[in-house]
T-cell receptor, first 112, second 118 residues
């Protein structure tokens, strides 16, 4: 099992659609969780942190399920500018190293 | 510009040569990370510094790779005897001293150094 597992996609959705990404992580000791966004040939940028109680930032909602070791990201009312790769991140890898550990990313393509 | 700065942005080298990359983190950030990223993959962790101490190293960091952060500010990543498989984007990130060892804060990335080994 990969340390941080994501469906690679691509997810092709029309503008205005709601889309959800899932992510599972292997080390239950992880305590920090994030979603990053990466545009083609650019560096990853923080989209949002993920809190135990779930959190929302505009059209974006993140949820954490510690029991299932599962993180989700929901994007409502998709915009063309949301097209990117979304990376799930946890803070402790499978070997117990304290390091921000990234999934391979889920690619989103929003179409007009 | 007060973000994370990496130099050079691009490096083309012949197989067998040594290369060194530099990262200047955000000034108040005491944590610094190095990652490697290839096409279609997420960033792969290489190593992590807290101040000048190298606290974590990935098994990906073979004997040919070494990283330093001598004064707890900028860091260098050296690759000796480069191989074609080393071709990748090398990303540096830094994060603030908030949080704890087990609850890391978000990291901010530089634009990376793209290495091509020919």
């Amino acid at each position: 099992r990969k340390e941080v597992e994501q469906d690679p996609g691509p997810f092709n959705v029309p503008e205005g659609a709601t889309v959800a990404f899932n992510c599972t992580y292997s080390n239950s000791a992880s305590q920090s969780f994030f979603w990053y966004r990466q545009d083609c040939r650019k560096e990853p940028k923080l989209l949002m942190s993920v809190y135990s109680s779930g959190n929302e930032d505009g059209r974006f909602t993140a949820q954490l399920n510690r029991a299932s070791q599962y993180i989700s990201l929901l994007i409502r009312d998709s915009k063309l500018s949301d097209s990117a790769t979304y990376l799930c991140v946890v803070n402790i890898d499978e070997a117990g190293r304290r390091a921000l550990t990234f999934g391979s990313g889920t690619r989103l393509q929003v179409q007009p | 510009d007060t973000g994370v700065s990496q130099n050079p942005r691009h490096k083309i080298t012949k197989r067998g040569q040594n290369v060194t990359f530099r990262c200047d983190p955000i000034s108040e950030h005491n944590r610094l990370y190095w990652y490697r990223q290839t096409l279609g993959q997420g960033p792969e962790f290489l190593t992590y510094f807290q101040n000048e101490a190298q606290l974590e190293k990935s098994r990906l960091l073979s004997d040919r790779f070494s990283a330093e952060r001598p004064k707890g500010s900028f860091s260098t990543l050296e690759i000796q005897r480069t191989e074609q498989g080393d071709s990748a984007m090398y990303l540096c990130a830094s994060s603030s001293p908030r949080g704890s060892a087990n609850r890391l804060t978000e990291a901010f990335f530089g634009q990376g150094t793209r290495l091509t080994v020919v």
